[in-house]
C-alpha cells in the first residue's frame, strides 16, 4: 500500500514568512508524528498526536511552530515569521496503535529560509 | 531524559566485509526498544533492526545483527557481507515500552562502501 507522503518536497521562503508542510500517514495509522532534521545532525521530536488525545507538544521550539491533525488523516505543520535556524529537513511518520514503536516515515520536506 | 549517543559520525568499510557501528544511550528505564534506521540519500527513513529490552537474545535480520549489551548500555550494529547499497547514513533510537511516544536519535554514522 501507499507510504507516507508529505508535501512539498522542496521549499524555499524568505525569512519572516509563514509555511505549511503537509504529511499524509498510512490510512489506518492512528499516531502521526513530526520530527526535524538538522543539517548533520539526528532527528529531533517535534509534535505527536495519538487518535483523538491531546497532542504531546513538549518538543515544539517555539510558539512559532504548531501542528494540527484532521482525525487520524492528514497532518499539517505550520512555521510562522521563519527564521534562518528553522532551515532543516522536516519529517513525518505514522504508526498503528500499539505497535511498537514501529514508525514508518515519509521523504521529508526540505525547508530553506533565506 | 533519554540520550543517544553514536560516537563514530563516519565509517568506511570494503565491499563484502564486515563494519560495527556503535550507539550508547542513557536511561533510568528497565523496559524499552532500540532501533537502528538506514537514511540513504534519499532522506526516507528506513527501519533496519529493532531490539527490545526485555529480550536477551540479539535481533537479526540477514546481513544485519546487533550486539546489545544492556547493563552497559550499548547496542551495536552489524552489517556483515557490505553491499554498495548499504552505504547511507545509520541512526541509533531509542523508545520508552511504557508509551507510544517519540523516538530519541543519535546523530548518526555515515557510513561508505568501497568497492
Known amino acids: 500500500g501507499a507510504g507516507v507522503s508529505q508535501s512539498p518536497s522542496n521549499k524555499v521562503t524568505e525569512k519572516g514568512k509563514d509555511v505549511e508542510l503537509r504529511c499524509d500517514p498510512i490510512s489506518g495509522h492512528t499516531a502521526l508524528y513530526w520530527y526535524r532534521q538538522r543539517l548533520g545532525q539526528g532527528l529531533e521530536f517535534l509534535i505527536y498526536?495519538?487518535?483523538?488525545?491531546?497532542?504531546?507538544k513538549s518538543g515544539l521550539p517555539s510558539d512559532r511552530f504548531s501542528a494540527e491533525r484532521t482525525g487520524e488523516s492528514v497532518s499539517t505543520l505550520t512555521i510562522q515569521r521563519t527564521q534562518q535556524e528553522d532551515s532543516a529537513v522536516y519529517l513525518c511518520a505514522s504508526s498503528l496503535a500499539g505497535a511498537p514503536g514501529e514508525q514508518y516515515f515519509g521523504p521529508g520536506t526540505r525547508l530553506t529560509v533565506t | 531524559a533519554q540520550t543517544v549517543t553514536q560516537s563514530q559520525p563516519e565509517m568506511s568499510v570494503q565491499e563484502a566485509e564486515t563494519v560495527t557501528l556503535s550507539c550508547t544511550y542513557d536511561?533510568?528505564?528497565?523496559?524499552?526498544?532500540l532501533f537502528w534506521y538506514k537514511q540513504p540519500p534519499s532522506r526516507q527513513m528506513i527501519l533496519v533492526i529493532r531490539?527490545?529490552?526485555?529480550?536477551?537474545q540479539n535481533a537479526t535480520e540477514n546481513r544485519f545483527s546487533v550486539n546489545f549489551q544492556k547493563a552497559a548500555k550499548s547496542f551495536s550494529l552489524k552489517i556483515s557481507d557490505s553491499q554498495l547499497g548499504d552505504a547511507a547514513m545509520y541512526f541509533c533510537?531509542?523508545?520508552?515500552?511504557?508509551?507510544?511516544?517519540?523516538?530519541?536519535f543519535g546523530k548518526g554514522t555515515k557510513l561508505s562502501v568501497k568497492p
Open positions: 531490539q527490545e529490552a526485555y529480550k536477551q
Open positions: 498526536f495519538q487518535g483523538n488525545s491531546a497532542p504531546d
Open positions: 533510537a531509542y523508545r520508552s515500552r511504557g508509551s507510544q511516544g517519540n523516538l530519541i
Open positions: 536511561t533510568s528505564e528497565s523496559d524499552y526498544y
